[in-house]
């Protein structure tokens, strides 16, 4: 957790202090690829236009809700949804100028609300929290009082529990900024909301910024020590139809080390080096090339070898279409997850059916299950500090 102006030293007793420092308003790519800016090729860059609304359906409960639609100076949309603050669709540019949706998700709320979707509960698109990732067995302690919250994955909690961020109807207000169209989400979490402590007031920034990247802005306040992990969860295919799977996307992570996890993907604590593993994403690999070594696919944090202001978290590149994509963050980790639970039992816009490694995740957060590791960095927000973080995805191509 952070001040409004830096970040504490926190201390990783395996291998020393990691030191994370204040995360600016402004983003910056640092993308290890060569690659061609998405607008290249475009005409001046005109005024920001504010976002427009659409209706999106209702909930099970009959509350309206809406459907926003964001466009920058190149014509790159984004629409988001005020049901769980969800990204439902992102269209850039490929390598030959056609845009195409590179995220999966649905053409109405239902699809967020159906039975198939719930038993799943794949998060597509999503706002995270409180806590993104597992606790383990849903319990912490803070100042000496152990808190159970809503156990929802076997017998962890994952995402916020039973009712998470991704079920609620934030209060939407859309907007305009120097670096393109905002959508500003408010919600507030009530003391006790899936047995978390405290009223947290969090908000949340979209902008769809003029130099085609979708940057998310988070802060949040507490009246109580609580612990707060907030991401989102937006599953990307960069060939957008050309290819069911993304086992032929290269990734590179850039990361030393990861988190190894249990058969419940829960933290041991130990802190594995990639090196020689399949988890070694130092330099570009193919996603299909190693994960059949990987058991049940890729669904861990990488612990980010950069700790310092804004620093790449991944870069992604997709042969078929050209895209590329690089996360720039603040936070310490990125959860890499390639759609091993999709089974095909999901059909999602335009009549897409989801089947396994459909689309990949790039988590940014704080590591899984931090309130019961010490050696992790610490997660607790207290009453008086601001958890800030922003995260921006970068597109391009590489003709």
Not at 216 to 224: C, E, G, L, S, V
Request: some cysteine.
């Amino acid at each position: 957790m952070i001040s409004p102006n830096s970040f504490r030293l926190l201390t990783l007793g395996l291998s020393g202090t990691l030191l994370l420092a204040a995360c600016e308003s402004k983003t910056s790519s640092s993308n290890a690829m060569e690659t061609t800016g998405a607008a290249t090729d475009s005409t001046a860059v005109g005024a920001t236009a504010a976002p427009t609304s659409a209706a999106f359906g209702k909930t099970t409960d009959g509350t309206e809700i809406q459907l926003f639609t964001l466009t920058n100076a190149h014509g790159l949309k984004a629409t988001i949804s005020n049901y769980g603050g969800t990204l439902t669709s992102l269209l850039v540019p490929d390598k030959d100028g056609k845009l195409g949706d590179v995220v999966l998700g649905f053409d109405d709320v239902s699809g967020y609300q159906s039975p198939a979707f719930r038993k799943s509960n794949p998060y597509f698109g999503a706002l995270i929290g409180r806590y993104g990732n597992r606790i383990a067995k849903g319990k912490f302690t803070i100042d000496g009082k152990t808190y159970q919250v809503g156990v929802n994955n076997g017998a962890n909690s994952l995402h916020g529990g039973k009712i998470g961020f991704d079920q609620r109807v934030w209060q939407a207000t859309p907007g305009t900024s120097a670096d393109g169209p905002t959508l500003t989400l408010k919600y507030l979490s009530k003391d006790g909301e899936e047995g978390y402590p405290g009223n947290l007031q969090v908000a949340v920034v979209y902008t769809l910024t003029n130099d085609d990247a979708l940057k998310i802005d988070y802060t949040a306040t507490t009246d109580q020590a609580t612990p707060v992990n907030l991401t989102n969860h937006a599953y990307f295919n960069l060939s957008h139809g050309q290819s069911k799977d993304i086992l032929k996307h290269e990734v590179t992570l850039p990361a030393d080390r990861y988190t190894v996890v249990d058969a419940a993907l829960i933290p041991t604590g130990e802190l594995k080096a990639v090196k020689g593993t399949p988890f070694d994403f130092t330099t570009p690999h193919a996603i299909g090339e190693r994960i059949a070594q990987v058991p049940g696919g890729y669904d861990h944090n990488w612990v980010l070898n950069q700790t310092t202001g804004q620093h790449s978290a991944a870069t992604v590149y997709d042969p078929a279409s050209g895209r590329t994509m690089e996360v720039v963050t603040d936070q310490p980790g990125v959860q890499f997850y390639t759609g091993n639970f999709l089974d095909g039992t999901l059909t999602g816009k335009g009549g897409t059916v989801y089947g396994q490694h459909a689309g990949f995740c790039l988590e940014t957060q704080h590591f899984p299950d931090s309130p019961n590791q010490p050696a992790f960095p610490g997660t607790v927000l207290k009453p008086g500090e601001t958890y800030h973080s922003v995260t921006s995805y970068h597109f391009g191509v590489r003709k």
